[in-house]
């Protein structure tokens, strides 16, 4: 099982971008998917997540100016981000907790994708 970020870049503040990571490999099912961040010198954080059924959950940072979601038919979850602070700068990554089938047992964990740089100058 692999997962595979994008979307990351440069950006003005007051700018959006759009982050993607979509699973790949032996799946069976994905429970929740997620983003974190970690900014230089400071210790990773979650910024938001969402269930199979889709209930979200935010930082409190990032209420009303990120929005995730997920397609559950391509594997891929994303994060809206709009309105993008300074504050925002960080390596993102992205998880999901992914039941797959190992043999004779079916297994639960959670998966990372490598991490997006996302710089927002000011």
């Known amino acids: 099982v692999q997962l595979q970020a994008s979307g990351g870049g440069l950006v003005q503040a007051g700018g959006s971008l759009r982050l993607s990571c979509v699973a790949s490999?032996?799946?069976?099912?994905?429970?929740?998917m997620g983003w974190y961040r970690q900014a230089l010198g400071k210790q990773r954080e979650l910024v938001a997540a969402?269930?199979?059924?889709?209930?979200?959950n935010y930082a409190d940072s990032v209420k009303g100016r990120f929005t995730i979601s997920r397609d559950n038919a391509k594997n891929t979850v994303y994060l809206q981000m709009d309105n993008l602070k300074p504050e925002d700068t960080a390596v993102y990554y992205c998880?999901?907790?992914?039941?797959?089938?190992?043999?004779?047992?079916?297994?639960?964990?959670?998966?990372w994708g490598q991490g997006t740089l996302v710089t927002v100058s000011s």
């Open positions: 490999g032996s799946i069976f099912s994905i429970n929740a």
């Open positions: 969402i269930t199979s059924e889709g209930t979200t």
């Open positions: 998880y999901a907790d992914i039941r797959s089938n190992s043999g004779l047992y079916y297994t639960t964990r959670r998966y």
